[in-house]
């Protein structure tokens, strides 16, 4: 059954750290690029960070050297997390992963719940 779910957000002061943690059900997201997305109200989702099914890392400038994109595919559900490091205010945000592109079902993006962060002292 096809399933994101998002967790590990939270409140955190400015230089704190999180780790989010996404579990993908469906066969298929073992053999994809997977990404963690962010939004804030009012804006577009954008992508933070990529891993290819092989595991070649990719991410945004503001997020490069402050976050870890990583994935088990050995597990079911495949699970990808996102270590955050340096957390800066403009980080915060609902956090959903998903593939690269985004998952498509019929004619709509399938997105899971997300996990807020929000960075505040």
């Known amino acids: 059954q096809l399933q994101l779910v998002e967790s590990g957000g939270g409140l955190v002061q400015p230089g704190g750290s999180l780790r989010l943690s996404c579990a993908a059900s469906a066969s298929d997201f073992r053999l994809w690029n997977m990404g963690w997305y962010r939004q804030v109200p009012g804006n577009q989702r954008e992508l933070v960070a990529t891993?290819?099914?092989?595991?070649?890392?990719?991410?945004t400038t503001s997020a490069q050297g402050r976050f870890t994109i990583s994935r088990d595919n050995t597990g079911d559900p495949v699970t990808i997390t996102l270590q955050m490091n340096d957390l800066k205010h403009e980080d915060t945000a609902v956090y959903y992963c998903n593939s690269e592109p985004p998952f498509v079902v019929g004619t709509n993006t399938y997105w899971g719940q997300g996990t807020q962060v929000t960075v505040s002292s």
């Open positions: 891993i290819t099914r092989r595991g070649i890392k990719d991410y």
